[in-house]
C-alpha cells in the first residue's frame, strides 16, 4: 500500500487505511506530507506511528517543523490562508510527534523480492522538486540511474501516475487527503512483487468530506480549507474562484 500527501485529512486517511486492508495489503509505505492545511495533524501521525507505516518527511512538514523558528518572517511575507495553516498543524503537534517527523529521513531504500525500491517525497536527490506525470522518459531514466533503484515511489505533486523509463518504475500514489484534479475521493496506490514484474493498481476512495469541513470550522481555519478539500482543488484555485 503507496500512500502520501495525507495532509492532516484523519477520516481521508482511515478510509484509506480500511480499503487497503480489504485488499490484503501488508506494508503502509507513506511518501511525507502527512499535514497541513487539514484539521487533523497530531491524529494523523498517531494513526501512521501505530501502524508502523514507513515514511519519509515531506517539503510541507519540514515548513511546519520550522515555524516557530521562521514565524515571524512568515507572518510578514507569507499569504494570511498559509501562515494559518502552518501555525494550526505547528500547534496541535505534540512533542512526540513533532520529534517523529523531525527524524523521518528525506529517503528510504528497501529490497523486495530482489527489487530495490526508493521511497521519497518529490525527486529522488537534492533537489525539492516534484515529478510531473508527463516528464520526459530521458529525464526519468536520468533520474533512475542517479538514484540507482529499480522502483521509485514519490509525492509532492498530488497527482496519480505510474511510468516505467528505461526499466525503471515511477510511481505517485495521488494525495490520500487534499487531491488537486477536481475529484475530492482519496487516492492512493497498491504495489504487489512478483518475481519478475510490479503491478500496480491506483484507487480512489471515498470519504467523508463533510466530517473534514466541519473540523476545520470547529478549528476556527479558514473556509477555503474546507473547500480545498471538498471540491478537491489547492489553495490557489480555491481562492480564485472566492476572487
Given at each position: 500500500?503507496?500512500?502520501?500527501?495525507?495532509?492532516?485529512?484523519?477520516?481521508?486517511?482511515?478510509?484509506?487505511?480500511d480499503?487497503?486492508?480489504?485488499?490484503?495489503?501488508?506494508?503502509?509505505?507513506?511518501?511525507?506530507d502527512?499535514?497541513?492545511?487539514?484539521?487533523?495533524?497530531?491524529?494523523?501521525?498517531?494513526?501512521?506511528?501505530?501502524?508502523d507505516a514507513?515514511s519519509?518527511?515531506?517539503?510541507?512538514?519540514?515548513?511546519?517543523?520550522?515555524?516557530r523558528?521562521r514565524?515571524?518572517?512568515w507572518?510578514?511575507?507569507?499569504?494570511?490562508?498559509?501562515?494559518?495553516?502552518?501555525?494550526?498543524?505547528?500547534?496541535?503537534l505534540?512533542?512526540?510527534?513533532?520529534?517523529y517527523?523531525?527524524?523521518?529521513?528525506?529517503?528510504?531504500?528497501?529490497?523486495?523480492?530482489?527489487?530495490?525500491?526508493?521511497?521519497t517525497h518529490?525527486?529522488?536527490?537534492?533537489?525539492?522538486?516534484?515529478i510531473?506525470?508527463?516528464?520526459?522518459?530521458?529525464?526519468?531514466?536520468?533520474?533512475?540511474?542517479?538514484?540507482?533503484?529499480?522502483l521509485?515511489?514519490?509525492g509532492?505533486?498530488?497527482?496519480?501516475?505510474?511510468?516505467?523509463?528505461?526499466?525503471?518504475?515511477?510511481?505517485?500514489?495521488g494525495?490520500?487527503?487534499?487531491?488537486?484534479?477536481?475529484?475530492p475521493?482519496?487516492?492512493?496506490?497498491?504495489?504487489?512483487?512478483?518475481?519478475?514484474?510490479?503491478?500496480?493498481?491506483h484507487?480512489?476512495v471515498?470519504?467523508d468530506?463533510?466530517?473534514?469541513?466541519?473540523?476545520i470550522?470547529?478549528?476556527?481555519?479558514?473556509?477555503?480549507?474546507?473547500e480545498?478539500?471538498?471540491?478537491?482543488?489547492?489553495?490557489?484555485?480555491?481562492l480564485?474562484?472566492?476572487?
Open positions: 500500500d503507496r500512500i502520501g500527501d495525507i495532509h492532516a485529512n484523519l477520516p481521508a486517511l482511515e478510509a484509506v487505511l480499503h487497503a486492508h480489504e485488499h490484503e495489503a501488508n506494508a503502509i509505505w507513506n511518501s511525507g502527512s499535514v497541513g492545511y487539514g484539521a487533523y495533524p497530531d491524529e494523523v501521525i498517531q494513526q501512521l506511528r501505530g501502524i514507513l519519509t518527511i515531506g517539503s510541507y512538514d519540514r515548513q511546519v517543523l520550522r515555524f523558528k514565524k515571524e518572517r507572518r510578514r511575507k507569507k499569504r494570511l490562508e498559509e501562515y494559518l495553516a502552518l501555525e494550526w498543524a505547528y500547534g496541535q505534540s512533542k512526540k510527534s513533532r520529534k517527523l523531525r527524524f523521518l529521513s528525506a529517503e528510504m531504500r528497501m529490497r523486495v523480492k530482489g527489487k530495490r525500491a526508493l521511497l518529490g525527486c529522488p536527490g537534492p533537489r525539492e522538486k516534484g510531473s506525470p508527463k516528464e520526459a522518459d530521458e529525464t526519468l531514466a536520468s533520474l533512475g540511474q542517479k538514484a540507482g533503484a529499480d521509485i515511489v514519490c509532492l505533486s498530488h497527482k496519480p501516475f505510474a511510468r516505467q523509463a528505461d526499466g525503471i518504475w515511477f510511481i505517485n500514489p494525495s490520500v487527503g487534499l487531491p488537486v484534479d477536481g475529484d475521493r482519496a487516492s492512493y496506490a497498491i504495489l504487489q512483487f512478483g518475481a519478475k514484474e510490479i503491478q500496480v493498481a484507487h480512489r471515498a470519504y468530506v463533510e466530517q473534514m469541513a466541519t473540523a470550522h470547529d478549528a476556527g481555519l479558514p473556509e477555503a480549507f474546507a480545498m478539500f471538498r471540491q478537491g482543488r489547492d489553495l490557489e484555485t480555491v480564485a474562484k472566492e476572487g
